[in-house]
């Protein structure tokens, strides 16, 4: 994305109070774009792979780059590492952040449901990140959500279009050819109900679970531009697309593909 797109979608952003920004200290591109706008109104959310020798001071050096005074939440990329760390190096951890003034909130990215549920019965976490979508259901079930928020953990949802493959059938590559049945299932029964708009459509799907923050990529201004129209409306219910277990298996983790 170019410098002039980014900028319209900062502007924007600005005015509909959307103050949610996640990035990593993985996405170098990321941060020398963010460098060049004003980030203080936003709520910067960031994430590192594990707790080595130098983390704090890339952390701090992350947050000086993009000018902000802290982050509002630093999360585990990596859940396996997460979880060999002890309960006491994890504190500690938390303890380094905050003397530093890197952030007061701490969670994990989380792309198995197992782990999250060891990871929330070992650490106390602030934020959750977590896959879902109308064909990734795995952590939409009432019982777990309803449990995050008795910890007062704040969910984020990732890959509300499955990468892309739900809205725009370009995306779905080759290597996802043995999933056709999947998607002309799924592109079959939008047909059926009258849904146009498939992208607005997966979005009233999460909205449905009672998830507000949704993390979103866009190419250009144009594709934020139109997710920020967006408005919640009464939808059908969708059928369960995915019932293989070998497709859940796969399909489901687009680190897998």
């Known amino acids: 994305m170019n410098e002039i797109n980014f900028k319209k979608i900062i502007n924007l952003a600005k005015k509909n109070k959307n103050f949610f920004i996640d990035t990593s200290l993985g996405y170098k591109n990321s941060e020398n774009?963010?460098?060049?706008?004003?980030?203080?109104?936003?709520?910067?959310?960031?994430?590192?792979?594990?707790?080595?020798?130098?983390?704090?001071?890339?952390?701090i050096t992350s947050k000086k780059k993009m000018k902000i005074k802290k982050f509002y939440g630093v999360l585990f990329h990596n859940e396996k590492e997460l979880m060999k760390k002890s309960t006491k190096e994890f504190l500690n951890f938390v303890e380094l952040l905050k003397e530093n003034n890197i952030t007061k909130r701490v969670g994990a990215s989380v792309y198995s449901l197992k782990n999250l549920n060891l990871i929330i019965k070992k650490f106390d976490l602030d934020l959750i990140q977590i896959p879902?979508?109308?064909?990734?259901?795995?952590?939409?079930?009432?019982?777990?959500l309803d449990l995050l928020k008795e910890k007062r953990i704040k969910i984020f949802l990732r890959s509300v279009f499955l990468k892309g493959v739900l809205i725009n059938k370009r995306n779905r590559i080759k290597k996802l050819e043995n999933y056709n049945h999947n998607f002309e299932a799924f592109d079959n029964w939008l047909i059926k109900e009258k849904i146009s708009n498939n992208k607005f459509f997966c979005i009233n799907f999460i909205l449905s679970k009672k998830i507000n923050n949704l993390v979103i990529g866009f190419d250009d201004f144009n594709e934020y531009k139109e997710v920020s129209n967006f408005k919640k409306k009464n939808y059908v219910a969708p059928p369960n697309f995915v019932k293989n277990q070998s497709d859940k298996n796969?399909?489901?983790?687009?680190?897998?593909?």
Do not use: C, H, M
């Open 132 to 144: 879902g979508n109308v064909f990734d259901k795995r952590f939409l079930n009432k019982e777990l």
């Open 250 to 257: 796969r399909l489901l983790r687009p680190d897998f593909w």
């Open 33 to 59: 774009i963010l460098s060049q706008f004003d980030l203080n109104k936003f709520k910067v959310i960031t994430k590192f792979d594990n707790i080595k020798k130098n983390i704090i001071n890339e952390l």
